[in-house]
Structures are given as C-alpha cells and as structure tokens.
C-alpha cells in the first residue's frame, strides 16, 4: 500500500520532469516551447495551446495559427513577456516565430538549467521516499506490522527511490544530449 502509493508519486515526479525538460529550449523547433506561455484573451489568462495552434512545419520555424484572428496581437506580446529569446512576427492570420541557433555558451545554460531541475525533482524523489518511511514508521510504532515489515519496507521504497534518481538522470542525460546538439 505505501510502496505503491510512493510508486504513483514516483511516477508524477517524472512526468513532471519530462513536462519541465519539454519546455527547455533546443536548437530544434518544439511546439512544447510555448507550453507555459499564457495569453491575456476575453478577459482572462488562458494557455496558447487554447487560442492558437502551434506547429512546427521546420525544423528551425514555429507557426501559430490563432482560432480567433482578434487574439494575434495579445498572442505576440504573451510570447515576448515569456522571455523565451523568441522573436515572433505576424502577417495579420499566422504568426511565425524562427527559432534561432543557439551559441555555445547559450547551450551551456541550458544545460546549467536542465541539471537544476533534475536536481529539484531528484529531492521530490526523495521527499516522497521520506514521506513513505514515515508512514512505515508510524505503522511499526503502532503495531500495526513488525519490525521487520518495517525494514523490508524501507528498504523496498530505497530501491524504488534509487530506480526513479536513475530514471531523473537518464532524462537528463538526453536533454543535455539534445542541447549540446548541434
């Protein structure tokens, strides 16, 4: 029960990785670059993905076609307040954005940037194991299982912990990889 609760989180804390590495700039054209970007539109804040669609017809170009042509301008400024590096320009119905090549030093950054992340979703690795020991612990303390239940246990959720760091620094290894691409 608590392996398996700590398995699940496990599991978001991955796919909570691999959504933060999308969003990551390469050298190649993502429309997951745009991810976080959010546009100010009929009055609220809304994901781009909901006003406009984001292809990548080139490996160097993103093409946004809003749903509602009124949404352009709003659609442009929310890209350059993301801070993306990202220039857009429009043509009054498509908005392109030319994804420019990046320096050596910039793809060092990003590398920078993508070990930093690892690292925070290596301690909510380890923040879900410390949390399952707990539980464990508390079980023992109430009798609930023995002792060596409580053992067993732990050092079950450590080999889980030990899977999921591997996973995290196997994404890593192929975003840097990917970065470092030219």
Do not use: C, H, W
């Amino acid at each position: 029960m608590v392996l398996e609760d700590a398995k699940t989180k496990m599991e978001k804390v991955i796919e909570s990785t691999k959504k933060e590495f999308a969003s990551l700039r390469t050298g190649r054209a993502n429309p997951s670059l745009l991810d976080r970007v959010e546009v100010e539109a009929y009055g609220t804040r809304m994901p781009l993905d909901q006003v406009a669609m984001v292809s990548a017809p080139e490996p160097r170009m993103l093409v946004l076609q809003p749903y509602d042509k009124s949404t352009i301008s709003a659609i442009e400024k929310a890209i350059r307040i993301a801070d993306l590096g990202l220039n857009p320009t429009n043509d009054g119905s498509l908005i392109r954005i030319a994804i420019p090549a990046l320096t050596e030093e910039r793809r060092k950054e990003m590398v920078k940037t993508a070990k930093k992340i690892s690292e925070e979703m290596k301690v909510a690795v380890r923040n879900v194991r410390r949390d399952a020991n707990e539980v464990i612990k508390k079980m023992e303390k109430a009798s609930e299982i023995t002792e060596d239940d409580s053992k067993k246990s732990q050092n079950d959720i450590q080999k889980l912990t030990d899977q999921y760091i591997t996973k995290v620094e196997e994404i890593l290894a192929a975003k840097e990889k990917e970065i470092m691409e030219v």
